[in-house]
């Protein structure tokens, strides 16, 4: 084929035979169009988002008077530093053979997927009960609960994914399933921290900047 | 850790990966503590703010795709990239539509 | 809240059309219950029908938990079938209320008639085209490749078993309760709960996503078969056209989808959670679902007539017994048409009332796919040119489509001027020119698919009588049944009404009438053929498998082929890659060696997902919480213990492989070779004289 150096997205396997190496790229480009598609549902949450924290905002609070930085803000970083551990175990899982490390790096991220998820939740019960802000006060506060609430349920997701291949490594190993749904898993947690740099900037900056 | 169950010719790898990794998340965060911190200390009005907070989110988003999804113009898959820019392309008339549709609509209610 | 609704949610005796008819008689409700009724009777006589021939495990072995993408691509044909019978009686039926309500208020009451176009419209687009397309598509691109099955045969399970799902919400919606009357489009504020506070929108939103979803998923395996498993040498360039189309149609199912089910899931958010995407009150905006819902339309109806147009490719160069014409532009323009179509969406609210410059931009848009399109009649008008043209049934649905499509794609790029667009929206010349492409661009596309592959699926050809006599109802029906519509919507006849004031409506409403009735014989003639052909079969025969003397990979099998597809994979040297193998004299060639091969082994995970989605929807429809719990638990438990099975696939041997493929040689040396003015006789085993 070309000079590719990664024949698939994300972090490739030091994969022996032609004959694997056709199975990774198979199933992970077919993963790779699923995110692609998941993309355009975000997109579409997001258009719709921008207008109606513009057009929709009603008798209900404004973006401006709803958010601060300070939430948005730790949980970006707990996702971030997730996105890295998530990657420190990608590479024990290509370059080590020793389980304990590959499980190490996955519960650490699994914990900071867990506290992004519990902060949300936290955030979402304060707009509901102090700032009278449920999605059922404004076409703006609907948008933004299924936006963020979409963003959310896909880091749950990623978080019971993990967990079922974390299972999976202690009963049968890491054998080569395992290991191209790590891989997957991998990109999908990848891409949830692109819709959510997205998130912080278009929500939460882009609200507290009016 | 453990780097001896490793053969010689992998250790480099390993290495290069691996920095590959910290590149990225160190810019990750240089760009986000960069975005927050411009809107937190208001010093420019809303609108240069919003545009600039945006490309700081694009180049984050470069630097996810660069470090995180080891996307490379130059060594990925072909399909690979094909795809990415077919999305890229989909995305922007579907969002940036929309857009214009709901503005230019609310626009003639006003 | 009432005794019992933990238990069954909104359910009660109401539901049933029976006890309405019961309660409130009328030919209205009448007809509702005895819809319902056959619905039912012929649920339990298919049971009663396995239960007697002992068939449920050849069933279940031999079909519903098959991989094979053989089995699956059948499947989803009976599915369309099925569900395009009842489309169209609903069709007649309401040609029958717009003749008879003409100045009278008919036989039907506006709210049935209102749920005849609702479901007639949403089982057409996603229960009987989508289907169908994604059926053929099954069928035949995996072979037109040269691979032994798709990426992921899985997956391609789950999908038909979720369609199937879906399919059978809007079955069960005949039965229990109502469907939607908002339409196939179902645009709130009318579909929200204020307005449609009965469960018939959540009938339409549950079964829309489940299909969406599915579409989806098969999209995606569409595009990374194409893109991962072509037999060697078979480059892009030398795909066959259907498989071009097959990747431009599965590309707008991965993108165009996700809109569609956005849209559905803020309107069920509306609706069940007090959201307000598009409620007209709190911020609200239903000009949102106007502009998602048509996001997902436009590049849907190109979802539906690219297939049709590989299919007419093919069907035009082998029955001209020529290569296609302009196979490179023929590419482009499907990948000009399928970028396009993304461009477009806002000619379908063109009066919603954003700025003239808006309307101007998307109408130029639009006319601007009149191009491509245009390229690729030229370059069937010139595939033909000079050809030694054989008018089979296939050949004669493709030709009608290029005269028919014509026309449609001109009032279509009449309605692409705003300023006209203002005066005929939402009137029947609206509805005259969407039938106008679909019927040929998608049915005819269909029916001629089935007329040029039933032979290699099944072992022996079709009756040809009778796929001429189909075809002549088609062709004529059609006219009579759609023209009309255009003079009466210039006359301002809107669309959806079920009563008309104006007397001079009825001559032409009596046309239609009669047209409609002559597609249904069309459609009855198709299952007459099926019939015959049957009873017939041995006469019918084509074991050697190529009775068209074919162009392309899926021909150079035996009919029907066996679950492996290929002895040996094939090697590709050029385009049309069979009919060089076979003026080279190299097809039918005894391999060497053969090898083991492995396959999927059946799997019942898609039929449990099928099931536990399909009872997902039904306990969303009625707020039936532990059904709902149930469904969703069940679906990802099967997910997660399927991912535990470790042996999935299991070995042919090569021996095996070996017997088979040498008796097929052995037949196919012992068959004479027949030319092309035998086509039709019995003597055409299926062994094709290769034309100079
Ligand atoms: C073959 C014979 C067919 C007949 C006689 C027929 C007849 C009709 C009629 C009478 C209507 C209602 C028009 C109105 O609103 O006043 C209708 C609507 C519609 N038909 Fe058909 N149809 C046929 C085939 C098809 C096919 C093949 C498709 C699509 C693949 C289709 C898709 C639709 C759609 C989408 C609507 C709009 C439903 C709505 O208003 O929401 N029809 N058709
Ligand atoms: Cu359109």
């Known amino acids: 084929m070309s000079a590719a150096r990664y024949s698939y997205v994300g972090l490739n396997l030091r994969e022996q035979d032609a004959q694997a190496e056709h199975g990774a790229q198979t199933l992970i480009f077919g993963f790779w169009i699923f995110l692609m598609a998941d993309l355009v549902v975000f997109a579409l949450l997001f258009a719709t988002y921008a207008a109606m924290s513009v057009h929709g905002v009603a008798d209900g609070p404004a973006p401006a008077e709803l958010f601060s930085l300070k939430m948005p803000f730790i949980e970006t970083l707990v996702l971030l530093l997730s996105s890295f551990t998530f990657g420190m175990a990608s590479l024990a899982l290509k370059y080590s053979a020793k389980r304990s490390s590959l499980a190490a790096w996955l519960l650490v991220t699994g914990v900071l997927g867990a506290v992004f998820v519990a902060m949300e939740i936290s955030d979402f019960a304060t707009y509901i009960s102090e700032d009278q802000a449920p999605p059922q006060r404004s076409g703006f506060l609907s948008a933004y609960y299924l936006l963020v609430g979409t963003h959310g349920v896909h880091v749950v997701s990623g978080l019971a994914w993990l967990l079922v291949l974390l299972v999976q490594l202690a009963v049968l190993g890491r054998v080569r399933e395992v290991k191209l749904r790590l891989l997957r898993l991998a990109l999908f947690w990848h891409m949830l921290d692109v819709v959510w740099v997205c998130i912080f900037t278009f929500v939460y900056l882009f609200g507290a900047s009016a | ?110 | 809240m009432e005794d019992g609704y933990w238990l069954l949610g909104r359910l009660d005796w109401q539901a049933l059309p029976f006890v309405r008819a019961w309660r409130h008689p009328s030919v209205s409700e009448w007809i509702g219950a005895g819809a319902g009724g056959l619905v039912v009777i012929a649920a339990l006589a298919v049971l009663v029908m396995l239960t007697r021939r002992k068939a449920w495990r050849r069933l279940w072995d031999g079909w519903l938990t098959s991989l094979d993408h053989k089995k699956i691509g059948i499947m989803y044909v009976v599915i369309a079938l099925v569900m395009l019978t009842r489309a169209l009686i609903e069709a007649v039926l309401m040609r029958m209320q717009q003749f008879a309500a003409v100045g009278d208020p008919g036989f039907l009451s506006p709210e049935h008639f209102s749920q005849l176009f609702s479901t007639h419209g949403t089982v057409m687009i996603f229960f009987m085209a989508m289907p169908f397309l994604t059926g053929i598509i099954n069928y035949v691109m995996p072979l037109q490749i040269g691979a032994r099955d798709v990426s992921f045969p899985l997956l391609n399970s789950i999908s038909l078993m979720l369609t199937a799902a879906g399919a059978a919400l809007v079955m069960i919606s005949l039965v229990v309760g109502q469907f939607s009357t908002g339409g196939w489009s179902a645009y709130p504020p009318y579909t929200g709960i204020q307005f449609s506070p009965g469960v018939g929108p959540d009938y339409w939103i549950w079964a829309v996503t489940l299909s969406s979803i599915a579409s989806t998923l098969s999209g995606l395996n569409f595009a990374v078969t194409i893109y991962k498993e072509r037999a060697p040498g078979m480059t892009l360039f030398r795909m066959p056209l259907f498989c071009w189309t097959t990747l431009c149609t599965s590309i707008l199912m991965i993108f165009a989808m996700a809109p569609l089910t956005v849209a559905s899931l803020m309107l069920a958010l509306d609706r069940y959670a007090g959201f307000h995407f598009f409620t007209a009150e709190a911020g609200g905006n239903l000009m949102n679902y106007a502009n998602l819902f048509w996001l997902f339309g436009h590049p849907e109806v190109y979802i539906l007539i690219l297939p049709a147009f590989g299919v007419y490719s093919s069907v035009i160069s082998t029955y001209s017994g020529k290569t296609l014409y302009g196979y490179k532009s023929l590419v482009y323009a499907t990948l000009a048409i399928a970028v396009l179509s993304f461009t477009v969406w806002l000619h379908h609210f063109f009066t919603m009332g954003q700025t003239a410059n808006v309307n101007a931009i998307f109408g130029i848009a639009t006319m601007l796919i009149g191009v491509p399109t245009g390229v690729k009649v030229y370059d069937w008008l010139l595939t033909l040119l000079r050809g030694r043209i054989r008018f089979t049934a296939p050949m004669l649905f493709s030709i009608m489509f290029l005269v028919t499509f014509v026309v449609g794609g001109i009032t279509g790029v009449i309605l692409a001027n705003p300023p006209v667009d203002f005066v005929v929206h939402n009137s029947l010349f609206l509805v005259a020119h969407f039938h106008n492409m679909l019927i040929p661009g998608l049915l005819f596309g269909m029916i001629a698919a089935t007329q040029h592959w039933f032979p290699k699926a099944f072992g022996f050809r079709l009756d040809e009588t009778w796929g001429k006599i189909s075809f002549w109802c088609w062709a004529v029906g059609f006219y009579l049944a759609f023209m009309p519509l255009y003079a009466l919507g210039l006359m301002g006849a809107m669309r959806r009404t079920s009563e008309w004031l104006r007397p001079d409506y009825s001559p032409l409403m009596l046309i239609a009438l009669l047209g409609a009735l002559l597609l249904f014989a069309g459609f009855v003639s198709l299952l007459v053929q099926l019939g015959v052909s049957v009873r017939h079969r041995d006469r019918y025969r084509v074991p050697v498998g190529d009775p068209w003397d074919g162009h392309s990979l899926e021909w150079a099998t035996s009919a029907p082929p066996p679950e492996y597809n290929f002895a040996l994979i094939p090697r590709v040297e050029a385009r049309d890659a069979f009919r060089q193998m076979k003026r080279r004299g190299i097809a039918y060639a005894r391999p060497e060696a053969y090898t083991d091969i492995a396959m999927p082994k059946n799997s019942a995970v898609g039929p449990i997902i099928g099931l536990a989605g399909a009872g997902l929807g039904f306990a969303l429809t009625w707020h039936i919480g532990w059904l709902a719990v149930l469904g969703f638990s069940v679906i990802v438990g099967a997910v997660i213990a399927r991912s535990f099975v470790r042996e999935t696939e299991r070995l042919i041997p090569a021996a095996s492989v070996r017997e088979h493929h040498e008796r097929w040689l052995d037949a196919v040396a012992a068959t004479p070779r027949v030319p092309r003015v035998q086509e039709l006789c019995p003597s055409n085993r299926g062994h094709a004289e290769p034309m100079a």
């Open chain 2, 1 to 110: 850790m453990s780097e001896n169950d490793l053969p010689e010719s992998e250790l480099e790898g390993r290495k290069t990966e691996r920095r590959h990794y910290v590149v990225g998340i160190f810019w990750a965060l240089l760009l986000t503590l960069a975005a927050f911190a411009l809107v937190a200390a208001d010093t420019l009005p809303p609108n240069p703010a919003r545009i600039a907070v945006s490309i700081l989110a694009l180049m984050q988003i470069v630097v996810h795709f660069r470090y995180f999804l080891h996307i490379d113009l130059k060594q990925s898959h072909r399909d690979d990239l094909h795809l990415i820019l077919f999305t890229a392309l989909i995305v922007f008339l579907m969002a940036a539509g929309t857009l214009w549709i709901l503005f230019n609509l609310h626009g003639r209610m006003l």
